[in-house]
C-alpha cells in the first residue's frame, strides 16, 4: 500500500482495487455470487481491522479458508452446477440466466470451469480470471510454482476440450443436449 497516504485512505484503495477481483474469484470458484459477496465482505472487514504486508495475497488465501470451513457456507448453498442445471431445464422462464449472468463470466465457461477438478480450477481463476502471476498463485494455494503451471498447463487443455465439445454439440444442426453439460 502506498506510504503517502492514510491507513484508511490506503484500505480504501486496496478495497477499490481488489474487492472486484476477490468477488468474481470466489464466484467462480462456488458458482454462487451471494456466497462470494459474503466472503468477500468478510474478508475486506478483517484485511480492514489489522494491518497486512500482503494483502493482495491474504484476502484470497483467506477467502479460500472460509470455504474451507463447513460452518461459513449456509445450508442452502448449491454450488453452480446444480444452478446450471436447473437453468438449462427452466430455460423458456424468463430471467433464469441472472444466476450465471451475474458472474461477470461466459456461462459455457462456468460450465465447463465446474467440471474441472478443483486444483485446477483455482490455479485458473487465480492465475487467468484475476490475472495474479504464477509466484502469486503459488504463494495463495501454498503450492511450487511447478505445480501453478502443471495445473494451469493441465485445466486449459481440459478447458479447451470441454468448450470444444459443447461448441460441436451446439453447433448448426446439432441437438441441444438435456440437461445441460
Known amino acids: 500500500m502506498n506510504s503517502d497516504l492514510s491507513p484508511h485512505e490506503a484500505f480504501e484503495l486496496f478495497f477499490l482495487k481488489n474487492r472486484h477481483k476477490l468477488v468474481n474469484a470466489v464466484a467462480a470458484w462456488t458458482g454462487d455470487r451471494h456466497l462470494a459477496e459474503d466472503i468477500a465482505q468478510e474478508v475486506?472487514?478483517?484485511?480492514?481491522?489489522?494491518?497486512?504486508?500482503?494483502?493482495?495475497?491474504?484476502?484470497?488465501?483467506?477467502?479460500?479458508?472460509?470455504?474451507?470451513?463447513?460452518?461459513?457456507?449456509?445450508?442452502?448453498?448449491?454450488?453452480?452446477?446444480?444452478?446450471?442445471?436447473?437453468?438449462?431445464?427452466?430455460?423458456?422462464?424468463?430471467?433464469?440466466?441472472?444466476?450465471?449472468?451475474?458472474?461477470?463470466?461466459?456461462?459455457?465457461?462456468?460450465?465447463a470451469l465446474r467440471r474441472l477438478p478443483a486444483r485446477q480450477r483455482e490455479v485458473i481463476v487465480l492465475e487467468v480470471i484475476c490475472d495474479l502471476s504464477q509466484e502469486q498463485v503459488a504463494e495463495i494455494l501454498g503450492i511450487r510454482g511447478s505445480t501453478v503451471k502443471t495445473h494451469k498447463a493441465r485445466g486449459l487443455r481440459k478447458l479447451e476440450e470441454l468448450m470444444a465439445r459443447r461448441l460441436s454439440a451446439t453447433g448448426p444442426g446439432a441437438e441441444q443436449p438435456v440437461g445441460g453439460v
Open 44 to 111: 475486506m472487514a478483517t484485511l480492514a481491522a489489522y494491518r497486512y504486508d500482503r494483502p493482495e495475497i491474504l484476502m484470497y488465501q483467506m477467502a479460500r479458508q472460509r470455504l474451507s470451513r463447513p460452518a461459513f457456507i449456509p445450508s442452502q448453498y448449491h454450488p453452480l452446477d446444480s444452478k446450471i442445471d436447473e437453468i438449462d431445464r427452466r430455460t423458456c422462464v424468463s430471467g433464469a440466466d441472472s444466476v450465471v449472468d451475474s458472474l461477470d463470466l461466459d456461462a459455457e465457461l462456468l460450465r
